[in-house]
């Protein structure tokens, strides 16, 4: 659901938007391209938002900045 919300308000905003809909499909898509800013949720399938981030920083390659999201009240 978060996915769906920010992509939608980002609209407005003329940015060009990848969505992934896992932490392992976030990793694969930061092999091939250099994200300006990484919005990600931290209940994901697969993989969490704190993994996967832990992840994108063990890989070696520049990490850009990430806003956390969560739905978690």
Known sequence: ???KVA???????DVE???????????????TTDFDIMF???????????ETVKALIASG?????IVALTANA
Do not use: W
């Not at 992509?7 to 905003?13: E, I, Q």
């Not at 390659?61 to 900045?65: A, Q």
């Open 40 to 50: 990600i949720d931290h209940m994901m399938p697969d993989m969490d938002g704190v």
């Open 1 to 3: 659901m978060n996915l």
């Open 61 to 65: 390659r520049k990490v850009p900045p």
């Open 17 to 31: 938007i990848t969505e992934a809909g896992s932490g392992k499909e976030c990793l694969e898509l930061s092999k």
């Open 7 to 13: 992509s939608k308000l980002l609209v407005p905003y």
